[in-house]
Nanobody
Framework: QRQLVESGGGLVQPGGSLRLSCAASGFTLGNYAVGWFRQVPGKEREGISCISSAGRTNYAESVKGRFTISRDNAQKSVFLQMNSLKPEDTAIYYC?????????????????WGKGTLVTVSS
């Protein structure tokens, strides 16, 4: 069964850092574009960063310069390094994969979703 599992969330103080991981089970991510999304209860889910099969990246303005997305060479995991965290970054973070061997990554028509990991930024 193909699934994605997020890990690395937790409680961190403002200004701190966390590294989220998105691990694929039952398949490899080599031909998949992968995106990170976040959702605050009562608000719409937003796409914040994605990486194409070739490694091209995209960031939402709200996280640009603070977050970095990457993928490992074995194509089993994608990471989101989050620095200079702010209270407004508090949310459930999800990863999702879209089968897309070529072209830019995006935030629509994702094929697989993880169940999310909670990030809380608070003093």
């Amino acid at each position: 069964q193909r699934q994605l599992v997020e890990s690395g969330g937790g409680l961190v103080q403002p200004g701190g850092s966390l590294r989220l991981s998105c691990a694929a089970s039952g398949f490899t991510l080599g031909n998949y574009a992968v995106g990170w999304f976040r959702q605050v209860p009562g608000k719409e889910r937003e796409g914040i960063s994605c990486i194409s099969s070739a490694g091209r990246t995209n960031y939402a303005e709200s996280v640009k310069g603070r977050f970095t997305i990457s993928r490992d060479n074995a194509q089993k995991s994608v990471f989101l390094q989050m620095n200079s965290l702010k209270p407004e970054d508090t949310a459930i973070y999800y990863c999702a994969a879209d089968f897309k061997p070529y072209g830019a990554c995006g935030y629509t028509d994702m094929d697989y979703w993880g169940k999310g990991t909670l990030v809380t930024v608070s003093s």
